[in-house]
């Protein structure tokens, strides 16, 4: 049977399931990431598990969230970061050497293989025809153990493009015209396969922001073919020999199909506070700017920066306008100074940042009070700057670059011909000395640890019956940013779970930490999408630590269904979703735990209102995870049973 791309990675891998869209398959898995803000619970856990070595091709460690090391309790993440993956076989990447998923690209993704990472942007390596997904840290600790990665089987979409960019449309313009016609939630359960004759004019890098962005569709992953943009790609980074031919049967079938005419899109926007806020640049035209910002995991590509670097040569950005550049990799920063490319951003008044995600994740760079901010980044969720009533806007380089010159919305075509679109310099340098190499045999390494390194607790089994209250009430689209925020202060506190379970909801409802401590637990009501955006696992361990035993909500997103069911939370969603409007903050309920079956629906009790009818759509296993009381304790028990 001819078969697409998803299919053949998908079945290649596959250890137990079937592939028919929904159903439960279990992967085999080549290669893990992690980065720093997720990665010290995922090692913790990993060491949890008591495994001598990584099981996987390839596992490497990350630090580019926070480099800021305010304070001895970033730093000392580090320090254990480093020690645990020479230990335990992981490659690492000092604090510095470049975002994730730019380095991941650049040097280790590679065609067919399937990749988890414990970020949501992972799928920037389907860029390279990788089927990359992103995990909650512990579901990628168990993938360094050897254990097979569960999904559901997604539906195929082939995103079919034709024609060619024109003007000064870019990559990054085709995601915001998918994510304007589709949503924030029109890629759940699916995966976005390009296709068409439009494909072979983009690059890697131009196509690993399109797989990158394609994670705020809410999609399982987002892939392109491997083919010879792929093979000169690999040729530059100096790993032809790691290339594979790798494309769709030519009469595969796909479940659904969305078609972009590329010659039709001119530059767009993402208007706040979410990424399918789609907009024209001309339609804002004039409206101020107090802030560029032009990097991320999304577009810090070489390619990106050198663009940016032409428009601005010999000219002056706006004085009342701040403009951030940070390189994705000391790669791309190494081949902007070789041709002499960092000066005229410099000299233009740029401020260039380090090689990480910096103000992506808040860690510094925050627009103004009401300030607006353009940012070629991926996200724009509320408050998600660092300022609450920063108006952040997502925009393509080339329009970031055009703002900060004229300090307002600008057409990029005002500013003429676009230059030509980069190529990479014949020899690119290779930046790969860098990376730390973990010894061949690491069991004498001391794993250095510091006083916010807090290990795991122990989380109890689920009781038959849950006498519980409703704690928080709140509305659709609820990204982990609000339910857990990032930023200096409490990114620190990563691998410290009772410290930052005190910032749990704290931007939505300053009460709420201390109304659910005095409740004794609870449980969380919410709309559509509940937990689209960052895979922060935080964010399901932290309501658990507060006692959250289940979320009641219209829908749910993948990564944080995954990470509530690891971690013992249980996801119920409305049989009818007019209740929600009947299940009010503060209603006192009773759910009948013993009774619940895989898939199936029970009826709650609410005082005064009467049954409230709820279902899941948990596999047998899971509701077991779920009823042990979350993932370790179920894997634990298991092994007892050995
Ligand atoms: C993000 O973009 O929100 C992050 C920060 O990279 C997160 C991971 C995290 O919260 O550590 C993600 O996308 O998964
Ligand atoms: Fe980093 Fe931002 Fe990318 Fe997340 S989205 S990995 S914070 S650059």
Known sequence: MPQNLTQKIIDAHRITGEMTPGSEVALRIDQTLTQDATGTMAYLQFEAMGVPRVRTELSVSYVDHNTLQMGFRNPDDHRYLRTVAARYGVVYSPAGTGICHQLHLENFARPGRTLIGSDSHTPTAGGVGCLAMGAGGLSVALAMAGEPYTISMPKVVR??????????????????????????????????????????????????????????????????????????????????????????????????????????????????????????????????????????????????????????????????????????????????????????????????????????????????????????????????????????????????????????????????????????????????????????????????????IVPLENFEALTETLETTVQLKVADNITTDHILPAGPQITALRSNIPAISEYIYSRVDADFVSRIREAGGGVIVGGENYGQGSSREHAALGPRHLGVAAVIVKSLARIHRANLVNFGILPLTFVNPGDYERLEQGAALTVPVGSITPGGEIEVQVAGIGGVLLQNDLTENELAIIQSGGLLNFVRAQADHA
């Not at 399918?276 to 339609?283: A, G, H, L, N, Q």
Request: charged share 20%; glycine share 10%.
């Open 159 to 452: 995103i079919w493009l034709e024609g060619e960019l024109t003007g000064w449309a870019a990559a990054k313009d085709i995601i915001l015209h998918l994510l304007g016609e589709l949503s924030v939630k029109g890629g759940v359960g699916r995966v976005m396969e390009f296709a068409g004759p439009g494909v072979a004019s983009l690059s890697v890098p131009e196509r690993a922001t399109i797989t990158n962005m394609g994670a705020e569709l809410g999609a399982t992953t987002s892939i392109f073919p491997s083919d010879e943009q792929t093979r000169s790609f690999f040729k530059a980074m100096g790993r032809e020999d790691e290339f594979e031919l790798l494309l769709a049967d030519e009469d595969a079938e796909y479940d659904e199909e969305v078609r972009i005419d590329l010659s039709t899109l001119e530059p767009l926007v993402a208007a706040p506070h979410m990424p399918d806020v789609r907009m024209t640049v001309r339609e804002l035209a004039g409206k101020k700017v107090d802030q560029s910002a032009i990097g991320s995991c999304t577009n810090s590509s070489y390619a990106d920066l050198k663009t940016v670097a032409q428009m601005l040569d010999g000219q002056r950005i706006k004085p009342e306008t701040d403009l951030l550049v940070s390189p994705g990799s000391k790669q791309v920063l190494n081949m902007l100074a070789a041709e002499g490319l960092i000066s005229p951003m410099l000299t233009a008044g740029a401020r260039l940042l380090e090689c990480t995600c910096g103000p992506c994740i808040g860690m510094g760079g925050s627009p103004v009070s009401s300030g607006v901010s353009v940012r070629t980044f991926n996200r724009n969720f509320e408050g998600r700057s660092g300022t609450q009533d920063g108006q952040v806007y997502l925009a393509s380089p080339q329009t970031a670059a055009m703002c900060a010159l004229k300090g307002e919305f600008t057409d990029p075509a005002t500013w003429g011909e676009p230059p030509a679109k980069p190529e990479f310099p014949a020899e690119v340098p290779s930046i790969r000395h860098l990376f730390l190499m973990p010894p061949a045999d690491g069991s004498e390494v001391e794993v250095l640890r510091g006083p916010n």
